[in-house]
């Protein structure tokens, strides 16, 4: 994982998020809804703060940042995949949803998760 993000996990009974962060801020985070053996990831979201306005980035210099191509979404996958295993859960799913769906597709599967040409992604978590 990059050295320059922290990764922490919170749990419940039915929610797991994993929030990247840099220097106390926070810049990405994972939600995952759990059920009895496998896990859904619902949302994983890195900040772009590409359209923030400019008076914004101006007043909080660093805030506002696009922290996107600097490992985060994937150092919040790894952390996911390792938690899923630790848990004993037998495979993680979604579904792509948003921008660049082709391209989506090809970070997935560089995972090691499994798309249809529907979007759905599957990753067999016992079989790392």
């Known amino acids: 994982m990059n050295?320059?993000?922290t990764y922490k996990?919170?749990?419940?009974?039915?929610?797991?998020?994993?929030?990247a962060g840099k220097n106390g801020l926070p810049v990405g985070a994972a939600k995952v809804v759990k059920r009895v053996?496998?896990?859904v990831l619902a949302d994983i979201k890195v900040n772009?703060?590409?359209n923030t306005n400019p008076w914004r980035k101006m007043r909080s210099p660093g805030l506002?940042?696009?922290y996107r191509k600097q490992g985060?979404?994937?150092g919040l996958l790894k952390t996911l995949?390792?938690?899923a295993k630790q848990a004993g859960i037998s495979k993680i799913s979604g579904e792509i949803i948003g921008e660049h769906p082709e391209m989506l597709k090809k970070w997935?599967?560089?995972?090691?998760?499994?798309v249809d040409s529907k979007g759905r992604i599957e990753l067999k978590v016992k079989e790392q």
């Open 3 to 5: 050295c320059l993000f």
């Open 81 to 83: 995949i390792s938690e």
């Open 48 to 50: 772009n703060f590409r």
């Open 9 to 19: 996990t919170s749990y419940s009974t039915n929610f797991l998020v994993i929030t």
């Open 64 to 66: 506002f940042q696009n």
């Open 72 to 74: 985060v979404g994937s």
């Open 37 to 39: 053996d496998s896990w």
């Open 108 to 114: 997935y599967s560089r995972f090691g998760f499994i």
